[in-house]
């Protein structure tokens, strides 16, 4: 049976819904992790970072997060290969943490985004998004303050030019450079994004787009 983690933060507020959403799709066997353990359970198949609000984003979100003794555990793991998802506040911390480039900043406009969005799907051979076509749009929810993307230019051509980006928005709806919503690591196996797909995996949720991530990494990881 996979196994799964879900770190939780003071502050975060979908870590249940991270926990429903893999055990519903992927029946893994899931452990809910506190920020201040140091050690994950052994055997992990992934870690996932929920979003949130993580010690309620003073300083800068995520930062505070990203320094908590769990998560020298799951750079560690990350570098180990275990698959890790953060998404939104998750994805913040990511960045935080040193595990994936950039930066998360206050959206522009400085509004507070809450809607579905249309993505496109940049890389469709992922872990993550081998479920999906290259090119297709899909439907994901969005709610945040802090998602614009940021990164130097050379950042920016490398991760694209490596085939690192994820997720593009089709409109982008928080000022994020070259329309970016989720982007991969160098192996592959760390996914940070701020939609979220633990909202979007079955019809009464209004779609179920979000649901064909988690199905491929069963496959992936069979």
Not at 16 to 45: C, E, K, Y
Not at 139 to 152: K, L, M, Q, S, W
Not at 174 to 183: F, K, M, Q, V
Request: overall charge negative; proline content about 4%; charged content about 20%.
């Amino acid at each position: 049976m996979m196994k799964a983690a879900v770190i939780q933060f003071p502050g975060s507020n979908c870590d249940r819904d991270m926990a429903v959403a893999i055990r519903d799709v992927t029946g893994a066997d899931t452990s809910m992790v506190w920020h201040r353990d140091s050690q994950l359970p052994t055997g992990l198949d992934l870690i996932a970072i929920p979003g949130g609000f993580s010690y309620g984003d003073y300083l800068r979100s995520g930062a505070m997060a990203a320094r908590s003794p769990v998560m020298q555990a799951v750079v560690e793991a990350a570098g180990r290969g275990v698959p890790v998802l953060g998404v939104c506040n998750g994805f913040q911390i990511l960045t935080e943490a040193g595990l994936l480039p950039g930066a998360l900043m206050r959206n522009a406009g400085i509004r507070f985004v809450c809607r579905a969005v249309k993505l496109k799907v940049e890389n469709s051979q992922s872990i993550f998004t081998s479920q999906y076509d290259a090119d297709e749009e899909i439907t994901i929810p969005v709610a945040h303050h802090d998602g614009n993307y940021f990164a130097d230019d050379a950042t920016l051509d490398q991760i694209e030019g490596d085939g690192r980006i994820a997720f593009r928005y089709a409109e982008n709806v928080n000022g994020s450079a070259r329309n970016i919503a989720g982007i991969l690591n160098d192996a592959g196996n760390v996914l940070g994004m701020m939609p979220h797909p633990e909202r979007m995996i079955e019809a009464v949720q209004g779609g179920s787009d979000g649901r064909r991530l988690f199905e491929g990494l069963i496959r992936e990881l069979a």
